[in-house]
């Protein structure tokens, strides 16, 4: 039986969105980043809502098994912001498992369901040394046939990276160049966990070496910076450690509400006009290497039931766990061709904040953090405030965002999520 | 020769006797590496088990440094980094292995399409916890 076309039995607005400081939080859990994230939601709804109306609670986590050797997280965020006794439960799909969580949300309440429910996710994944945080990262990994013949994750993304440049003579300066541009976006997040941009980083480790009293190196401008493997070491070749999204703690969340209701909240809803989603294979039993073939088949199902084309997104949010990532992301969604031409588009400055199709202008994963249950609904909450002309120094102003798209992956493309959405 | 189930123990078992073995759908002839139970391509469940010559050609790989634990127990570090990538093998599916006998110091030079071939290496196991992870098991590797 072939699928048919897909529609949403009922229409589903975003009507809040908030997210924790992403960072390094070692005085915090998992639940009480969540917590945070929800204060911080409950006050971008404009009209305000009733605490009791919620009616169920969809938490992505990833690991906190192992980063906190805690399970059951939806019940113990629905626990910490006084939620109980509504259904929670937690969804797990790696780093898309928010955004699994948030269409989980959304479908329930496109089937009549529920009238009102919150999405989101949090991780807490600062807690372990970086050889178990390693492993634990790694778990998302087929085990038996990735993880434990050696793979990690910058690992996987690093031979998609050798696949990418054999087939189009991608080059390194070509993936820095993506890094250095969301940091440039990232600078003006005060939610980033980095918010510098590469330029500063640079300077703050030319006076760190000044200050050791050691020879204070010299760099012309940034890529020089970053060809200095003294300073950006190789984490998995060819991924360096600008290549890599940092380790974060974090959490984000979403209230949806039916469409019918949304405007008792607010004004300025933001509607779920497209949702697709799709598994996809191990690494070794792809058809391709330079692209995630989940990826384009959920942003198929999404372009489809929104009824627009990669042309009307005026911006994106995509899921560039290392530099990669944001290249492949940028052909599988439509927006450039695969090979050189996605390679050199935040090089040409096509990707900026004010270029032809602004990408990750809240920094991205690389800039803002990676807390990887939380991710796809932090992309959501930079969305929500796009579209919504509340993104302050970072706000898109070159063209007016009526139509937006985020784009998440779990793992190295197993699962893939992709969403559209609109300011009517 | 008794017949093993088309489980991931049985590939661990052939491993340890130095074999690359592979399981062909009766159905539709596809094959798979690693053997699976149910056949992707026309999902029939009738399997059969085939050897494979272990000769492949390296198609993706990286160079680390920092790698989970099974493999810093093994020794491998940032002073000491290991190869790993994705070989398709003659018969024609892929699977992912360390790959020895490459040139970890200077991954640039390290190429697609170098010819490689079957080799086995002994390592611990994945798991989190110390009294698992140390049981040592076979695993397939490929040497350029």
């Known amino acids: 039986m072939a699928q048919g076309k897909r529609r949403l039995g009922r229409g589903v607005a975003i009507v809040g969105a908030g997210m924790s400081a992403f960072g390094t939080r070692p005085d915090i859990t998992n639940r009480e980043l969540f917590a945070e994230a929800f204060t911080d939601m409950k006050d971008s709804v404009d009209k305000g809502f009733e605490h009791q109306d919620i009616e169920a609670l969809y938490v992505g986590n990833c690991g906190a098994e192992m980063w906190e050797s805690q399970s059951v997280m939806g019940n113990l965020c629905a626990d910490i912001i006084g939620l109980t006794p509504r259904p929670a439960r937690k969804i797990e799909d790696a780093c898309a498992s928010s955004s699994v969580a948030v269409r989980d949300g959304l479908i329930a309440i496109a089937s009549g369901l529920y009238d009102m429910v919150l999405v989101g996710g949090t991780e807490k994944m600062t807690s372990l040394p970086i050889n178990w945080t390693t492993m634990a990262l790694a778990c998302g990994s087929d085990t038996t046939f990735e993880g434990s013949v050696g793979f990690t994750f910058p690992g996987l993304y690093a031979a998609m990276a050798t696949a990418h440049m054999e087939a189009y003579g991608t080059t390194h300066d070509d993936l820095l160049r993506v890094a250095i541009k969301n940091h440039s976006n990232g600078a003006l997040n005060p939610k980033a966990h980095f918010p510098m941009t590469i330029k500063q980083v640079m300077e703050m480790r030319a006076a760190k070496a000044e200050e050791k009293g050691g020879p204070v190196p010299t760099w012309s401008d940034e890529m020089e910076f970053l060809n200095d493997p003294r300073f950006n070491p190789v984490i998995a070749w060819p991924n360096t450690l600008f290549d890599c999204c940092p380790i974060t703690d974090g959490a984000a969340c979403l209230l949806l509400v039916a469409e019918e209701i949304a405007r008792e909240f607010t004004d300025v809803p933001i509607y779920i006009i497209g949702t697709g989603q799709a598994s996809g294979h191990n690494l070794h039993d792809r058809d391709t290497l330079t692209s995630i073939p989940a990826a384009k088949l959920a942003a198929e199902q999404a372009y489809e039931m929104a009824g627009v084309d990669p042309g009307d997104i005026k911006m994106a949010e995509v899921h560039d766990c290392f530099t990669i990532a944001e290249v492949m992301a940028i052909a599988d969604l439509g927006f450039f061709k695969e090979g050189k031409e996605a390679a050199v588009a935040a090089g040409e400055g096509k990707t900026a904040r004010d270029g032809q199709k602004p990408i990750n202008v809240s920094g991205g994963l690389k800039c803002k953090g990676h807390p990887v249950g939380a991710t796809g609904a932090a992309q959501m909450v930079e969305i929500f405030q796009q579209m919504r002309g509340e993104a302050g120094e970072r706000q898109v102003t070159a063209t007016d965002i009526d139509i937006a798209l985020n784009h998440n992956i779990g793992a190295h493309g197993t699962t893939a999520v992709v969403q559209i959405y609109e300011r009517r | ?144």
């Open chain 2, 1 to 144: 020769m008794k017949e093993l189930p088309f489980t991931i123990a049985s590939f661990d078992t052939y491993l340890t006797e130095r074999k690359v073995m592979a399981s062909r759908c009766t159905s539709c002839g596809a094959l798979w590496l690693p053997p699976r139970p149910i056949c992707l391509t026309c999902k029939a469940d009738q399997m059969e088990w085939e050897e494979l010559t272990g000769k492949g050609t390296l198609v993706a790989f990286t160079v680390i440094g920092v790698g989970p634990m099974p493999m810093i127990d093994a020794g491998y570090g940032r002073d000491n980094p290991y190869c790993v990538g994705i070989v398709q093998v003659e018969e024609g599916p892929r699977i992912g292995a360390q790959i020895l006998g490459v040139d970890v110091a200077h991954p640039e030079n390290i190429k697609i399409g170098t010819k490689v071939t079957a080799d086995f290496v002994e390592r611990g196991s994945w798991h989190f916890v110390e009294e698992v992870a140390k049981a040592k098991k076979a695993y397939l590797a490929f040497r350029a």
